[in-house]
Structure formats: structure tokens, C-alpha cells
């Protein structure tokens, strides 16, 4: 089965601060993704990978950057949280070549204070 | 433009009440449909992957089909467990991938 795995499922910060939230796919998926859901806006991407040191921008990349090392960690950095980015974030990973769906983490649920 | 809407919204059924949830799509180029299940507090969870217009997947009590422009979910017999959130995904050429923003379904005993 494939796994992807959220550092935390919970985390509170303060304004200001920068916010790591780390993601690690065990399937050799070559694409990655950030999502935030909202109540009635669905999923939006942030950033996503389609290679180790790639990244693209999603619908919506402001504030936020992302870093790709390794092909199975994918990680989104809040440069500096804001109360507007208090959220469910949750990252997917896929195949690039293949017909195939993405796979989703449990999520990680951020306040920011 | 890309566009996947699901309908409705929400459902409310009695237990053992089938009914149909709808995801729509205007998109060029389809690669594949996705339904996934999402319960309160977690990521989406994966069910069923459909190729092209004809195609249906069953799996317990849901069964999904495709048609060129619509996907429906079945659902026969719910129970209270199959209460969630049901999204649909589209993948189109260039692997470009679009969520409609979910059906929540409530099953009441």
C-alpha cells in the first residue's frame, strides 16, 4: 500500500513564526504536492514536484516556499505565519508517467495564533 | 476553462435509502476520473480509478461509472459508515490534476 506520511497531525504557532511541515511518500512517486483545504473552497495546490529540486507553483504560492532534497521528502516552509494560513495542509504524491491517482496523507490541521 | 463541479452539495439519507452522487467535468483531454472518500480530519482515501466513457468499478456498496461529460457514484444500501465527504478528480493532458469540492454524505440509522 502506499504511504504518505505527515510529520504532524496537529500543530499551533504563533505569527511570525517560520513553519516547517514535512512529508514523506515510501513509493518512489516521482510527483508531490501541497494542498490546504478549506471549508467550501476544496483543495487548493500550493507548490507541487515533479523531480527532486523541481518545484512549480501552484493556484496558490504566496507565502509559502517548498524544498525538494530527496525524492521522498517533499517539505512546505510558512516564512512567516500568518492567521490567514491557519488550515488543513495536506500532501500527495503520484506517478509522472502513469495514469494513476494521488495519494494523500492524513494532514497536518495548523492554527496559528 | 478546466472545471469539475460535484453535486449536491450535501445528502442526507435514510439508511438503506440508494442514491447517486454527480461529478461533472469540462475538461480537454482526459487522462483518468478519481472518486476518493474523505472522513473528518484525514486525507483523502483513494477508491476508484476510471478511464474512459463506459467504464464502472464497484467495490462494497458504491459503484462508480463514466460518461464523456459526468461520473456518477452509487451508492445502494448506505449504511452510517459510508458517511463522508466524496471528491472527484480529473487528470488531464500534462498531468494536470483538478478536484471538484465534494458531496457530504450523512447516512442516518
Known amino acids: 500500500d502506499v504511504k504518505v506520511t505527515q510529520s504532524s497531525r496537529y500543530l499551533v504557532k504563533r505569527t511570525g513564526e517560520k513553519v516547517f511541515l514535512e512529508c514523506v511518500q515510501d513509493?518512489?512517486?516521482?510527483?508531490m504536492f501541497w494542498y490546504r483545504q478549506d471549508p467550501g473552497l476544496g483543495l487548493r495546490l500550493i507548490y507541487f514536484s515533479y523531480d527532486v529540486k523541481m518545484k512549480e507553483k501552484g493556484d496558490i504560492p504566496e507565502g509559502y516556499s517548498v524544498s525538494r532534497e530527496k525524492k521522498e521528502r517533499f517539505s512546505l516552509i510558512l516564512e512567516s505565519a500568518s492567521t490567514n494560513q491557519t488550515s488543513m495542509y495536506l500532501c500527495?504524491?503520484?506517478?509522472?508517467?502513469?495514469?494513476?491517482?494521488?495519494?494523500f496523507g492524513d494532514g497536518t490541521r495548523l492554527s496559528i495564533l | 476553462e478546466d472545471q469539475v463541479t460535484q453535486s449536491p452539495e450535501a445528502l442526507r439519507l435514510q439508511e438503506g435509502e440508494s442514491s447517486s452522487l454527480n461529478c461533472s467535468y469540462t475538461v480537454s483531454g482526459l487522462r483518468g476520473l478519481f472518486w476518493y472518500r474523505q472522513d473528518p480530519g484525514k486525507g483523502p482515501e483513494f477508491l476508484f480509478t476510471l478511464y474512459s466513457a463506459g467504464e464502472e468499478k464497484e467495490k462494497e456498496r458504491l459503484k462508480a461509472t463514466l460518461t464523456k461529460k459526468e461520473s456518477f457514484l452509487h451508492i445502494t444500501a448506505p449504511k452510517p459508515e459510508d458517511s463522508a465527504t466524496y471528491l472527484c478528480?480529473?487528470?488531464?493532458?500534462?498531468?494536470?490534476?483538478?478536484f471538484g469540492t465534494g458531496t457530504s454524505l450523512t447516512v442516518i440509522p
Open positions: 513509493m518512489d512517486h516521482e510527483n
Open positions: 500527495a504524491s503520484s506517478h509522472r508517467q502513469r495514469r494513476q491517482p494521488q495519494h
Open positions: 478528480a480529473v487528470l488531464i493532458t500534462g498531468n494536470q490534476f483538478y
